[in-house]
């Protein structure tokens, strides 16, 4: 068998603040708000062997173990250490964005994800992720006759729908990745995953990152009517201005797949993503035609390809249905999407540097590395 591989070194320039989780959250026994607008992440061992050295054993490990209202700043001020002293037990410390907090609400802090040594990176499956989405969405809107029958099928389970099923549309949307991307033809059922033609697309873990690139963002919600609502909750992410380097393989004997096909694919979807909703949200500008979204927090229409397959009123109508019956809480007022001429009717922001900033924008550069082009047999 013959293989064509072409490689890519794939620099994506954070331009927002670009968020992957780990899952994890910070707990408020572990991290401490610091002067000069700053967040210090505690290392717990070097915080238990001081503990061990001022014979505060007992206190502290009931302080870890109970649910107490107290946290470490407390703990550290009724057993008399020094901020000086904590902070020398510190893992890392973080610039905090520009912060205002709800009164009486608890903060949460989710966690960047991390490799064995503790340094943040971007996984390749996120990167992937991203791209397959940005491939389906740009099939979708060069083909919409060819998804005609899907698109109907979907408005039709959508309807039948009864109560609320979060496990709804699963099945439709599962169909239109099948159409796009099961075309191996490895087994006769056209929806095995072996089928998959994204197994000739390979992104790699992106070069180790530094801590010293994290900086702390607290979630926005900007309003179509210009409101920002700010929550208690903030992320871990890397700050604008970060590259983010991965190795991009495309391998030609198994996916039709090229660099000019990716560059006009993510400009496409980044035009309909613009016209369709942040255009709906005054101070947003067009995105350029090598901006895409990545990460966690950037919304659901960055991630989704509800809009290309059912543009314009149509999509925010389907949307709505889709927030409604998959029991978004009546609190978001989903309801009143169709009033606001879009949905969901939140854009996802955060402060920076006394600017408002989209989470996830990134622009993405493609370089031919020196196999491009290769034949490897096989």
Same mark, same amino acid.
């Given at each position: ?40 992440? !505690? ?6 062997? +001081?503990? &061990?050295?001022?014979? @505060?054993?007992? #206190?502290?490990? $009931? ?58 990176? !971007? ?6 992720? +991203?791209? &397959?989405?940005?491939? @389906?969405?740009? #099939?979708?809107? $060069? ?72 900086? @702390?963002?607290?979630?926005?919600? $900007? ?156």
């Amino acid at each position: 068998m013959r293989k064509v591989l072409n490689v890519y070194k794939l620099l994506i320039d954070a331009q927002g603040p670009v968020f992957i989780g780990s899952g994890n959250e910070i707990q408020k026994k572990e991290y401490l708000f610091l002067k000069g607008n700053r967040v210090g992440i !505690v290392d717990m061992q070097k915080l238990y062997q +001081m503990v &061990r050295q001022k014979h @505060l054993t007992a #206190d502290f490990e $009931r302080f870890m173990t109970e649910n107490v209202k107290e946290d470490l700043r407390r703990w550290l001020e009724r057993n008399k250490i020094s901020m000086a002293e904590a902070v020398k037990c510190m893992k890392y410390t973080l610039e905090a964005g520009d912060m205002e907090f709800e009164k009486g609400k608890r903060v949460q802090i989710m966690e960047f994800i991390k490799d064995p040594y503790g340094m943040p990176y !971007v996984p390749g499956s996120s990167v992937k992720g +991203m791209l &397959r989405t940005i491939l @389906l969405g740009g #099939d979708v809107l $060069r083909g919409r006759e060819r998804y005609r029958n899907d698109a109907r099928e979907m408005k039709a389970a959508l309807d039948e729908i009864q109560g609320k099923k979060r496990s709804a549309l699963i099945k439709n949307i599962g169909n239109i990745e099948n159409k796009r991307f099961h075309t191996l033809n490895r087994t006769d059922n056209f929806r095995d995953a072996v089928n998959d033609s994204m197994s000739g697309v390979i992104v790699s873990d992106s070069e180790p990152l530094r801590t010293e690139d994290l900086i @702390l963002c607290q979630k926005v919600e $900007r309003h179509v009517d210009g409101r920002e609502k700010t929550l208690n909750l903030l992320r871990e992410c890397l700050r604008p201005g970060t590259r983010i380097v991965c190795t991009l393989t495309i391998d030609t004997s198994i996916v039709r797949l090229d660099a000019e096909q990716l560059r006009r694919d993510i400009a496409e979807f980044g035009q309909q993503y613009y016209d369709n909703f942040s255009a709906k949200f005054s101070g947003t500008d067009r995105l350029k035609a090598d901006q895409a979204f990545l990460g966690g927090g950037s919304g659901f229409v960055s991630k989704t390809v509800i809009y290309p397959i059912f543009p314009g009123r149509e999509g925010v109508g389907i949307t709505r249905e889709i927030f409604r019956k998959t029991g978004v809480p009546e609190e978001h007022k989903h309801r009143d999407d169709m009033k606001h001429g879009v949905s969901p009717h939140i854009l996802k922001c955060t402060r920076y540097q006394g600017k408002s900033l989209q989470m996830g924008l990134c622009r993405i550069q493609m370089i031919p590395e020196e196999l491009n082009g290769t034949s490897i047999r096989k």
